[in-house]
């Protein structure tokens, strides 16, 4: 069931026209910089989009603005280590061939993080994810503090009504697509 709805969302997102990706991210960088939680946190953790994913780019660039620290992952065997980073610039391509922090920027501690921007190819309306099948993030959301909001950022198209779930899958506590702000209860 996630192989099936994987492949079928993965292939929607890679033909997004990227005229209209560019509006609906747009919409979606209003919604992030509305929220209370973005202005109050003072470490935010990012990922760099991979495969027609909602562009961080204007939320990395604001919170360097805001004065923030901003993080993004690192894959080091199956963990994800949060990387401080301060440019684009400082980013390479990475294990997985994708984009992530070089080695001279310093780790975070995941309890520093208070706010972790949760990339997917499918969410849920009770906050589940479907990821690439690879565990990482779930493994990283486990290791926040529990005052840390999660938010997943996804076009419209990519969210359903119930994910599948395993027991080791972590939720999102707010949903923002270019539509809608879904505070998960």
Known sequence: ????LRKRLLRKRKTH???????????ILKRVLQLPEFRKAKTVMLYAPI??????????????????????????????????VKSWEELGKGVLGV??????????????IGLVFVPGIAFDEE?????????????????VSKEAKKIGLAYEFQVVKRLP???HDEKVNILITEKRVLRIK
């Open 99 to 112: 984009l992530e922090p070089l080695k001279h920027s310093h780790a975070l501690e995941p309890s520093e």
């Open 51 to 84: 495969y027609g994913e909602v562009d961080t780019k204007g939320i990395f660039y604001a919170a360097l603005k805001q004065r923030k620290r901003v993080g993004l992952p690192k894959v080091k065997g199956e963990q994800l280590e949060a990387r401080a």
């Open 17 to 27: 026209v990227p005229k209209a990706a560019q509006t609906k991210n747009a919409l």
């Open 1 to 4: 069931m996630k192989r099936v």
């Open 165 to 167: 779930r395993e027991p």
């Open 127 to 143: 906050g589940y994810r479907l990821g690439y099948g690879k565990g990482f993030y779930d493994r990283f959301l486990g290791q």
